[in-house]
C-alpha cells in the first residue's frame, strides 16, 4: 500500500484580508497540500470577486487549506496566520477596507474551534498585540473557490505592484520566523 493512500488531511479555512497574500505564504509551508482563494460566509450564492469587492455580499475573502497534520499541525498554521496579518483591526487590512479582509478563522470541527480559541486566549494573555484580537471564529459554511485567474496570483504576477508592496513583504515575514516550517526547495 502507497504512502499517499494512509495520508490523513485535515483542512481549515483563513480570513486575514486579500487571499492573494495568504495564499502566497501557505503555499511555502511544509505539510501544507493544497491552497485554494475563494469566498466564505457570505449570502450569496456563487458570488464573483466583482460582488465580493462590492462589500455587500458579507462573504470574507479566504483561503481553504488542506494540510497533513503528521507534518504541521492546526496551532502551527495559526501561529504563521498571526503573524503574517493584523488580526487587531476590524474588516481592514492595511488599505484593503471592508468586511471582505475580516479576520477570521472558519472551522471544521470541534477540536479546530477549541484550538483557534486557546490560541487567541494565549495571544491576549502574553500581550502579543497592543490592542484586543477581533478575530472571528466560527464553524465554517460553504466556501466558494474564487476565479481562476485568482490561483497562484503571486506566483503568476510578482511583479505587479500590490504583490511587490503588499504580498511580498508578507512572504519575507514568512521566510524569516518560519524558517524551519518551509517546504524543501
Known amino acids: 500500500m502507497s504512502e499517499s493512500k494512509n495520508l490523513r488531511t485535515e483542512t481549515i ?6 487571499f492573494w497574500c495568504l495564499e502566497a505564504v501557505f503555499v511555502e509551508v511544509e ?3 493544497a491552497v485554494t482563494s475563494g469566498y466564505i460566509a457570505g449570502h450569496l450564492e456563487n458570488p464573483s470577486y466583482e460582488r465580493i469587492c462590492d462589500g455587500d455580499t458579507g462573504h470574507a475573502e479566504a483561503v481553504r487549506i488542506e494540510f497533513d497534520p503528521a ?3 492546526c496551532a502551527d498554521l495559526l501561529d504563521i496566520f498571526f503573524v503574517i496579518h493584523d488580526p487587531t483591526t476590524l474588516n ?28 487567541i486566549l494565549e495571544l491576549e494573555h502574553q ?3 497592543p490592542d484586543p484580537i477581533v478575530t ?7 466556501f466558494w473557490p474564487a476565479e481562476a485567474y485568482h490561483h497562484n496570483y503571486f506566483a503568476r504576477n ?5 504583490c511587490q508592496y503588499v504580498v511580498a ?9 518560519f524558517a524551519k516550517r518551509l517546504k524543501a526547495t
Open 31 to 33: 505539510g501544507v497540500l
Open 127 to 129: 500581550g502579543v498585540f
Open 169 to 177: 513583504p508578507k512572504v519575507a515575514k514568512l521566510r524569516s520566523k
Open 92 to 119: 481592514r487590512q492595511g488599505n484593503d477596507v471592508g468586511t471582505q479582509y475580516r479576520s477570521a478563522i472558519f472551522t471544521r470541527d470541534a477540536e479546530q474551534e477549541e484550538t483557534a480559541r486557546r490560541k
Open 158 to 162: 510578482p511583479y505587479q505592484s500590490y
Open 136 to 142: 472571528q471564529v466560527q464553524a465554517a459554511p460553504h
Open 13 to 18: 479555512v483563513l480570513a486575514g484580508g486579500c
Open 71 to 73: 507534518v504541521i499541525t
